[in-house]
């Protein structure tokens, strides 16, 4: 469109008839791209169905990362997986950040930066404290962190990871603290799960921001059906894990 306008400019200056007759056109042109951009809040709303959908029809343990009755070694695995889950999304936040070009939503993700460090340090805390150590990422987590580094436009990652990714977060902090022993149900319910909330605020605002042509409404839809699938393969990849090491 901008381009067409561009163009549009330059041919007012030598051809002044141009406007008369092609009008008409232009305002058919306008009229059916309206027609097919569905209004943001409608696009947002239609793909916040389509992730709960799609989770929905999952097994339970690609949606969860915590076992139904947890005991020392359970809580330190699952804690494992959750550190790494903060400590990566933080290095990748930092790095999208300078793609956002809205200055106000730049700070809310800077904002974002800071929760992530925090509860990767008390949820590495809290692993110290029972004895156990942080480990490696799966290979999976590198894989689905590697997916939202790659998205070029900022209505790709917000759709991605704050709008779809954050929203099962909160559903997985709400098991954490039914699951979890008493003290490290405190560290979600103190440093963790309020957060979560606010980050899901900032996807529904950044779609909000960016989401305003078919194609960016497009980017950002494709962008949230690849990482469900990323985020189904890590949940599983750590049932596996656990599998394997007797803890189910």
Known sequence: MARYFTVLKITLRTHPNFWKKKLKYLQIYCYYGAMTL?????????????????????????TSY?????????????????YWNEY????????????????TLRMFVGRQIGDEA???????K????????????????EVFYDTLDGFLYPEEFFAA??????????????????NFD?????????????????????????????????????RARQ???????KHVAMSLSHYHLLEREGLL
């Open 161 to 178: 990871q704050q709008f779809t990714v954050e929203t099962q977060s909160i559903k997985r902090n709400e098991q954490a603290l039914m």
């Open 66 to 82: 915590w076992a139904s009755k947890m005991d020392h070694k359970k809580t330190i695995f699952a804690l494992r997986m959750r």
């Open 223 to 229: 962008a949230a059906r690849k990482i469900r699938e």
């Open 182 to 218: 008493p003290t490290t149900a405190e560290i979600f319910r103190k440093y963790i799960n309020n957060d979560e909330a606010f980050h899901v605020r900032l996807g529904h605002a950044g779609l909000a921001f960016y989401c305003i042509t078919k194609g960016a409404q497009e």
């Open 38 to 62: 569905t209004p943001v809040k409608k696009f947002i709303e239609q793909l916040g169905i389509e992730n709960e959908g799609f989770f929905q029809k999952q097994p339970r343990w690609a």
């Open 88 to 103: 990566r999304g933080a290095e990748v936040l930092a790095r999208f950040m300078f793609r956002v070009s809205d200055p």
């Open 118 to 124: 925090k509860h990767a340090f008390y949820v590495k």
């Open 126 to 141: 809290r692993i110290e404290e029972l004895d156990g150590e942080v480990g490696r990422p799966l290979e999976e987590q």
